[in-house]
């Protein structure tokens, strides 16, 4: 059993910063890659970023490229969301995601961003 906790959604305005935390627990050995996504109201769940195991592979969204990035502190079992010059339409519930080996995914419960104009 993985148990993923989110930290670090808030209200912030257009062009402004936040920094999402991640924290796993239980087997987290059973973890390769983490990642997270986020679901805007209305919309489907969209892929923001993903990292590798140990962390020297990173993939982004294309409208998150140069504004986003995905880090991970494997001695604290956390991965990192830095966003940066944020926008309205980036108002979303951000996921965490660890794959798992195993080949399932577990998922954290969310975080809620919200940018104001």
Known sequence: QVRLVESGGGLVQAGGSLRLSCAASGSISSINAMGWYRQAPGKQREL????????????????????????????????????????????????????????????GQGTQVTVSS
Do not use: E
């Open 48 to 107: 923001v970023a993903t990292i590798s195991t140990r962390g020297s592979n990173t993939d982004y969204a294309d409208s998150m490229k140069g504004r986003f990035t995905i880090s991970r502190d494997n001695a604290k079992n956390t991965v990192y969301l830095q966003m940066n010059s944020l926008k309205p339409d980036d108002t979303a519930v951000y996921y965490c995601a660890a794959f798992r080996t195993r080949g399932d995914v577990a998922w």
